[in-house]
């Protein structure tokens, strides 16, 4: 165990998480963090997610060993040239949580040249459309792979002393180059808010010829859009940062969008179907099944919207001693069904509560 000055600059929803999962994990470190305004900084105190708050970042930076930026992504490049011009430690170790990685590893790399400071982009791949510290939690990135890109200012050692600061997120640690992430982030998260947000937009233009349209945004409708709640400022940024890949993204979907058209336009009802069998196998084989509990094993059970309805599922379930990690239900609404979500330890015990539940009731079971 070392001492270590530990300084969170910014205090939202990802800079809450990780100081809370350091401070956790680290009784020795002191946490410090810089937030512009005084609400976080008072409700972080008194939460006891770090030790000290100020709003004077460069008193804090220059006592600090480590420094994490948590800011939308231009605003974090903004820092990074603030701190170049204090008076830091000696070797300090700076990385970030931005949503792209090319444009401030860049931006590192330029600032920090000639200097002892240490740089390491860093994104937890794990978040909400929620913001704030209120909304942080220090489970945010359990199992969420966090991508770590080394930069020519950092050594192996200096990306095993970072994962070591970070390892009570309990997340699982990937390295990437700049390059690489923006690539494979486009396509499984940039690109997807543009669309969430698109389907919303859309949805409202049509609603002005019918209003009475949006009445009818179903379940597919909210999974789909749920993003659509995110921060404009952050996704502003994060399209201003990945210009290219997202163009890419868009361009490539578009095609998908005109296939499927001529599809229909020439009712191809049988390339159709392949077209959603396709997606459908396809989704299955994703690893987003085991989601962020990888190694969980999860059932869907689609059941009536009734209070007693957990407890009639888990009494199939007696005698069986299945261990069950988590019960979850998706919200429910009078006379349409909902979602209970069963997470289990073992493979054998998924199957076997499938097996139950299906032998008990006529419930819709999926995993
Ligand atoms: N929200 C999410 O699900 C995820 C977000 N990220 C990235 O993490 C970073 C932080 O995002 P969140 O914590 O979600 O946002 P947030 O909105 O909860 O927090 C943003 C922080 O930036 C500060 N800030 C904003 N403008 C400022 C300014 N002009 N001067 C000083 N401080 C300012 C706010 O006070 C706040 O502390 C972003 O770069 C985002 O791309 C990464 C993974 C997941
Ligand atoms: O709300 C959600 O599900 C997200 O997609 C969270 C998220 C937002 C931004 C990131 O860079 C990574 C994860």
Redesign the pocket.
């Known amino acids: 165990m070392s001492q270590k000055t530990i300084l969170i600059?910014?205090?939202?929803?990802?800079?809450?998480?990780l100081a809370r999962a350091i401070k956790l994990g680290h009784t020795d470190y002191h946490v410090s963090a810089?937030?512009?305004?005084q609400a976080?900084r008072d409700f972080a105190i008194q939460e006891k997610i770090v030790d000290e708050v100020s709003d004077d970042?460069a008193a804090l930076a220059v006592k600090a060993d480590v420094i994490i930026l948590?800011?939308?992504?231009q605003?974090?490049i903004d820092?990074l040239k603030k701190l170049a011009t204090l008076p830091l430690k000696e070797n300090v170790l700076i990385s970030?949580?931005?949503?792209?990685k090319t444009e401030i590893v860049a931006a590192a790399e330029t600032i920090f040249a000639g200097k002892s400071a240490r740089f390491i982009g860093g994104?937890?791949?794990?978040?909400?459309?929620?913001?704030?510290?209120i909304?942080?939690d220090e489970l945010l990135f359990e199992n969420a792979y966090y991508i770590l890109t080394p930069s020519t200012l950092s050594e192996p050692k200096d990306l095993a002393e970072l994962k070591d600061i970070l390892s009570n997120t309990r997340a699982k640690f990937v390295e990437l180059s700049p390059k690489d992430h923006d690539a494979m982030t486009a396509v499984t998260s940039h690109f997807p808010h543009v669309v969430a947000a698109s389907l919303v937009n859309n949805a409202h233009d049509f609603a002005q010829l019918m209003p009475f349209t949006e009445n009818l945004a179903a379940g597919g409708f909210r999974d789909m859009t749920r993003i659509a709640e995110?921060?404009p400022?952050?996704?502003a940024?994060?399209l201003m940062s990945n210009p290219d890949n997202i163009i890419y993204q868009i361009d490539q979907f578009s095609q998908k969008l005109a296939q499927i058209k001529q599809l229909i336009v020439q009712r191809q009802s049988a390339e159709i179907w392949d077209f959603f069998d396709q997606a459908r196998k396809l989704r299955s084989l994703m690893p987003i099944h085991k989601g962020a509990l990888e190694n969980f094993y999860d059932l869907f059970i689609s059941v009536p919207d009734k209070s007693d309805v957990i407890h009639e599922v888990l009494g199939y379930f007696a005698g069986h001693n299945l261990s069950i990690i988590n019960i979850k239900i998706n919200e429910t609404r009078v006379e349409i069904n909902g979602v209970l979500q069963i997470t289990f330890k073992t493979e054998q015990d998924q199957k076997t509560a499938e097996h139950l539940i299906k032998e008990n009731s006529d419930y819709d079971v999926y995993k």
């Open positions: 600059a910014g205090l939202g929803l990802i800079g809450g998480s810089y937030n512009r305004s976080p970042f948590n800011f939308p992504v605003l974090s820092f970030d949580s931005g949503s792209t994104h937890p791949m794990a978040g909400s459309h929620k913001t704030g510290v909304a942080s995110s921060s400022d952050m996704w940024e994060i």
